[in-house]
């Protein structure tokens, strides 16, 4: 891993690019996991790097989702695992928490291993990152059910997981896999930061904030939301308007621009 000084002014920036360069050389990130990456990159910066209103009330709306499923599924990919397993697990233990303390049929939230440029090998590996960052009961590896309407290795899942889940999380996901979820009947929560995305569109509800950002504030939305009625987790997600928000977030990044200060940095 490159040495990156303490004091570098773009340090976190820099060791989230390390750490999917090395989930590159351990095989679990895709070579277009890098690419895709760096589009995310593009719009954090006009985002300003920061979580905003629109992404925490996106976030509440995602909670109240969670808690409110029969079947909840994270699904997991190369640059999610690289970059936040331990994040994903600590969220599905604040959801399994959560959902509990509800008396929810089935509490946990499962976490599926879901990857778009399919390989066993690496669906193996991004299991195992995902185990070894604690999680015990990880599905993917031995599919036996198929997303309708998606073609090739990336419409295979789980029937424990995406199979029969009722709501899933898919963060940075691609859009056809988030289109055929969603005309699956699967309600679907995105984490993405292209507001424009095709998944972003066409989820129920996107959190357009960076993943590593994003899923500590849904773990502290499901914990705040645990002890709340049905009535008022239904109030939560109706009064939550997706494209609504998506045009907030793109309202913001554009009205940064021109305040942007484009004077030497020093
Ligand atoms: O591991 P695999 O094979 O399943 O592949 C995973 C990727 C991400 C390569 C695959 O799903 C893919 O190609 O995705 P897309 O279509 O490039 O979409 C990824 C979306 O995530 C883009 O809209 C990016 O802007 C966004 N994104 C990238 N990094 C982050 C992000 N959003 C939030 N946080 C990030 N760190």
Not at 15 to 21: F, G, K, P
């Amino acid at each position: 891993m490159t040495d990156i000084p303490a004091s570098h002014p773009r340090r976190a920036s820099l060791l989230a690019r390390e750490r999917l360069v090395e989930g590159v050389r351990a095989g679990i990130v895709s070579e277009a996991g890098l690419i895709a990456h760096g589009r995310g990159e593009a719009f954090d910066y006009l985002l300003g790097e920061r979580t905003t209103d629109e992404a925490v009330a996106a976030c509440r709306a995602a909670a109240a989702l969670l808690l409110m499923a029969r079947r909840p599924v994270m699904s997991v990919n190369g640059n999610v695992a690289a970059l936040a397993a331990e994040r994903a697990v600590a969220l599905a233990a604040a959801v399994g928490g959560a959902r509990a303390s509800r008396g929810a049929a089935e509490g946990a939230m499962r976490l599926e291993v879901n990857l778009f440029h399919r390989t066993e090998g690496r669906v193996r590996l991004v299991a195992d990152r995902l185990r070894a960052a604690g999680a015990r009961d990880v599905l993917g590896e031995a599919p036996d059910a198929r997303v309708p309407g998606l073609d090739h290795a990336r419409a295979m899942c789980s029937s424990q997981g995406v199979g029969t889940a009722d709501v899933v999380l898919i963060p940075l996901e691609d859009g056809d896999r988030a289109e055929a979820l969603r005309r699956w009947g699967r309600t679907v929560i995105a984490v993405d930061l292209n507001p424009m995305s095709r998944t972003a569109r066409a989820a129920h509800v996107t959190v357009v904030d960076e993943l590593t950002r994003a899923l500590p504030v849904l773990a502290r939305e499901t914990v705040a939301l645990a002890g709340e009625p049905d009535g008022r987790l239904r109030a939560v997600k109706e009064g939550f308007d997706n494209a609504a928000c998506l045009r907030a977030v793109l309202g913001r990044m554009v009205a940064r621009v021109p305040e942007l200060d484009l004077g030497p940095p020093c």
